[in-house]
């Protein structure tokens, strides 16, 4: 009888139905808001589910359980009926579970199109809708709806009922947002300004994809300076994420709720199993016996390389001064450069080792981005520079004369002089080194150790193999006059190193820093001088010394206030690097070109000027829309750092291109050509 | 009766929880539970053949969907003709709905004719937050080895109706080919579907 009374009134107060359904636990009604609609024009329909009460029905995701409403409808003509939209729905616990639903009658509004000629819609719908308390029943119905075609005719008395069911649903949103999944962490970032989020108090965020979180985790809302953080838990094994998209509820302080349709970016981020298991695929996969090959020929190269050339001749030279010297003293001086190589290659490893577990982002050739390493370097090499061209003699330790102290000396001296190849040769490894590196950094300690060995032992090789070899030490030019003046030459290399370093510091750190390092250079020069004074007094000695260790120490202090670097000048087309950006280009199907450099690699300033900033590349860049990246490395970026790392490389130079619409990079070589990035491009342009 | 009552509630359950639930491609938590014989099973015990597990509950719409038209008992019988070991769960506790104590549960699946090698009897519902099993039907394969190779959903069809079973695509059946192909299984993991599991 209640139930008779309740039906009747639902079918005073409600417009002209369309159609009917009672089933055991519910009702299914079915309104226009047209009573006559023209033909092949859209209209509305609202379906309305009305559950007993405390029974509940669900939201197209029905949460842990459930089913959400299902509809299969049979369309006389042409006529087309939509995906039903929903009203927000609510969280309903149940036990452990938690179900996305409603506790009481919903309507769901479909947009549905008129057929094109006939003179009726008509439209049978079987119809599945699952209503529960705690146990469920499902409820099924079949009905047929007919709408009149002709001359359009609102249904006033339906107007009610659509407008309820529109303010029922989400609002569409304007906001950014991410949705970002990270294992078993899902987080929502939805981009505000600070006045929007100022009264927010919680918020929830209903996936309507499977998979996306936990439905029965907590929701963590964190205000952030670009918006709001939801947090929550995913389960392990969920089904694979196909949209982000789903309705943000939130709450404010004043009480008051709404409720935001939300569609956003979809980022799955990979996490890494342990720190030291770093991505597997990308590096590029060399055994160790390769690596071992490439560490050796990469060491012996890197004796061409400019910034170690000098050092090693000022060795050479030092070895054909010392043709008098006994096989077993040169032996002798070739093992302690080598040992002098290799312990400082062994303590730049270690650094990196625990730097790496520290979890920092630091590639290979880090210490020259140390402003204060870079400047004692310069420092360095000026006095070097210095010495060579005569101002006076560098001895490594304390001045002595006669003959077994001569000896002593150079064994001390060649072993100063490995470390001294070894630490300026880092910044020139890279680029030879990387996949070697990359490689070794991302393996166990006893490998990396094994690759810097060999590396170490390259760099060594061709004067080890000097102080060997008798045959080898008769080709070296008879000792001479002439030594002299090559030496004087070798300081102008060393020169050149140092300006190149003040470029790198002054790039690093600004002009207040330059001019402490001007007078720190100054102040050792006076030193030096101070230091010829003395002639044997010990008193101006340690004045000499204490000048020194004051010039130093002015560099060590750091006594200047270290510029944020602001990357990207410069060129006209060039963007900063930042994935986001680059993500959103290559949606939009742009070619990109995408470039990491440091001030100081020396490597990357020839390739950019022979090949990223030649005329010919910038007029392909033009021609084929290509957008230019460049991702500065100078001073350490995480962000970069992480990008290196999945190319297999410790350091820069990268350089990818991506092709339009590709997702997936070209990566370029190490070392471009004139033509390297146009022949690429032109490549893919095709394709 | 009350003998069955108290091998009931004795029914003990050892498993090593896991942190956050089964995965596919991890190790399928191991448990131990009661038979409606009264004898105890061990899932590691099991080790060496495929596993099947099935959460059901009778009396819920969408297990009889599968029930009363015979596709759960010719995917149990496809299955275990095959070699897979397919155990049911009913993890609904006393008073709720779908709970059945040894004597009820032994004639249905007489009644029903199931194919099934064992029905484990879960009133505490501690094997079913073990794996966390939200609804019924919900399946979980287990190769020999006892790796967890598919969970979720029975088919694509989220419907009570019957004949949402035409041209549904079958992932229990269509995991357990995969998997005996030595294929990879896709998918993995499906949200289930069905009534919730009545802890």
């Keep these: 009888m209640a139930v008779c009374l309740a039906l009747g009134w639902v079918g005073t107060a409600q417009a002209k139905q369309l159609g009917e359904a009672v089933a055991s636990h519910s009702s299914l009604a079915i309104e226009a808001d047209m009573t006559s609609v023209e033909a092949g024009q859209p209209f509305w329909l609202a379906i309305t589910i009305t559950p007993r009460p405390n029974w509940h029905g669900y939201w197209k995701n029905p949460g842990d359980s459930g089913a959400s409403p299902a509809f299969d409808w049979r369309l006389g003509g042409d006529a087309t009926i939509g995906e039903p939209l929903y009203p927000t729905p609510r969280r309903l616990p149940l036990g452990p579970l938690v179900n996305y639903g409603y506790d009481g009658p919903i309507t769901l509004l479909l947009p549905a199109r008129a057929p094109s000629g006939g003179t009726s819609f008509t439209a049978s719908l079987e119809a599945e809708w699952l209503i529960c308390e705690v146990e469920c029943v499902p409820q099924l119905s079949d009905l047929t709806i007919e709408l009149p075609v002709g001359p359009a005719r609102v249904d006033t008395a339906a107007s009610k009922i659509f407008q309820e069911a529109r303010s029922a649903l989400p609002d569409p949103s304007y906001w950014g947002s991410d949705l970002t999944v990270r294992g078993d962490d899902i987080s929502l970032a939805v981009y505000m300004a600070p006045e929007e989020t100022a009264d927010i ?269 008798p045959a080898l030490a008769r080709i070296m030019p008879r000792p001479g006059p002439w030594m002299e003046k090559v030496k004087e030459g070798l300081a102008f290399p060393m020169y050149l190193t140092a300006a190149w370093l003040l470029y790198v510091f002054t790039r690093e750190t600004g002009a207040v820093a330059m001019l402490v390092l001007l007078a720190a250079i100054i102040g050792i020069v006076f030193a030096i001088w101070i230091g010829k004074q003395a002639a044997g007094r010990m008193p101006i000695r340690v004045l000499a010394w204490a000048v020194a260790a004051f010039a130093v120490y002015g560099i060590v202090s750091k006594p200047w206030v270290e510029p944020v670097h602001t990357p990207g000048e410069g060129y006209v087309e060039e963007v900063a690097y930042s994935g986001e950006r680059l993500t959103s280009l290559l949606d939009d199907g742009k070619p990109v070109f995408v470039y990491f450099t440091a001030d100081w690699c020396i490597t990357c300033k020839v390739n950019e000027r022979i090949a990223v900033l030649a005329s010919a590349t910038q007029q392909a860049f033009r021609e084929t829309g290509t957008v230019v990246m460049k991702g500065d490395w100078t001073n350490r970026n995480a962000e970069i750092g992480a990008v290196l790392a999945r190319h297999g490389r410790a350091g820069v130079p990268l350089y990818l291109y991506y092709p339009a619409g590709a997702r997936e990079p070209v990566v370029l070589p190490e070392i471009l050509g004139p033509g390297s990035i146009t022949s690429i491009i032109t490549t893919h342009k095709d394709n | 009766m009350r003998l069955i009552f108290a091998i009931i509630t004795l029914l003990g359950v050892s498993a090593a929880s896991l942190a956050d639930g089964p995965a596919p491609g991890k190790p399928a938590p191991d448990f131990t539970g009661m038979l409606t014989s009264g004898k105890r099973i061990t899932l590691s015990d099991l080790r060496g053949k495929p596993v099947m597990l099935e959460w059901t509950n009778h009396e819920c719409p969408y297990v009889r969907k599968h029930y009363s038209s015979g596709n759960m008992q010719r995917t149990q019988r496809a299955l275990t003709e095959e070699g897979v070991t397919w155990i049911s769960i009913i993890s609904s506790a006393p008073g709720k709905q779908g709970y059945v104590e040894a004597e009820e549960a032994e004639k249905l699946s007489v009644s029903r004719g199931t194919y099934n090698d064992m029905l484990v009897l879960d009133p505490s519902g501690e094997i079913g937050r073990l794996y966390g099993a939200k609804t019924t039907p919900q399946m979980f394969l287990i190769d020999a080895d006892g790796v967890l190779q598919y969970m979720g959903a029975i088919d694509d069809r989220p419907s009570s109706r019957e004949s949402s079973l035409e041209g549904a695509t079958n992932h229990a059946l269509q995991a357990w080919a995969q998997l005996k192909a030595g294929e990879a299984i896709t998918p993995n993991s499906t949200q289930p579907y069905g009534c919730s599991v009545k802890y």
Aim: aromatic letters at 12%.
């Design chain 1, 201 to 469: 108090v919680s918020g929830y965020f209903f996936p309507e994809s499977v998979g996306v979180l936990d439905y029965a985790s907590e929701q963590t809302i964190s205000v952030t300076p670009e918006g709001i953080t939801l947090a929550a838990h995913r389960p392990a094994g969920a089904p694979d994420i196909q949209s982000g998209a789903g309705v943000l509820t939130l709450v404010y302080a004043d009480g008051q709720s709404a409720a935001f349709d939300m569609d956003p970016m979809l980022k799955v981020v990979t996490v890494e199993e342990t720190a030291s298991d770093a991505p597997a695929a990308p590096v590029p996969t060399i055994s160790i016996w390769d690596a071992v090959f490439f560490a050796l020929v990469g060491g012996l190269i890197l004796n061409l390389m400019p910034c170690v050339f000098p050092i090693l001749s000022l060795k050479a030279f030092a070895f054909v001064s010392a043709n008098y010297k006994t096989a077993a003293n040169r032996r002798k001086e070739g093992w302690a450069y080598t040992v002098g190589i290799w312990i400082s290659f062994m303590a730049i490893v270690a650094a990196l080792l625990v730097l790496r577990a520290g979890g920092t982002a630091v590639g290979w050739g880090f210490q020259l981005q140390e402003p204060v390493f870079v400047g004692l370097m310069a420092l360095l090499m000026v006095v070097v520079a210095l010495s060579l061209s005569g101002m006076f003699n560098i001895q490594f330790g304390i001045e002595g004369a006669g003959q077994s102290l001569a000896a002593r000396e150079g064994v001390r001296g060649a072993f100063f002089k490995g470390v001294l190849a070894a630490l300026v040769a880092t910044p020139c490894t890279a680029p030879f080194m990387a996949p070697a590196i990359g490689f070794a950094l991302t393996q166990p300690v006893l490998v990396v150790l094994i690759v810097f060995s060999f590396l170490a032992l390259g760099l060594a090789l061709p004067f080890l193999a000097l102080s060997y070899s």
